[in-house]
């Protein structure tokens, strides 16, 4: 059985440092993003 959550995680962490690193954004601003973001679809 593949861990579905580590698989997210795991593309979450990928496409945060792509993000950082095209757009040069702090990453608590990126987390604090994810975070709202994650916690409005909840």
Known sequence: MIDL???EQSYV????SAV??????????????IS???ASIN
């Open 5 to 7: 959550a580590f698989i």
């Open 13 to 16: 962490d990928v496409s945060a």
């Open 20 to 33: 950082l690193k095209e757009t040069g954004w702090s990453s608590a601003l990126l987390k604090r993003l």
């Open 36 to 38: 709202t973001g994650a």
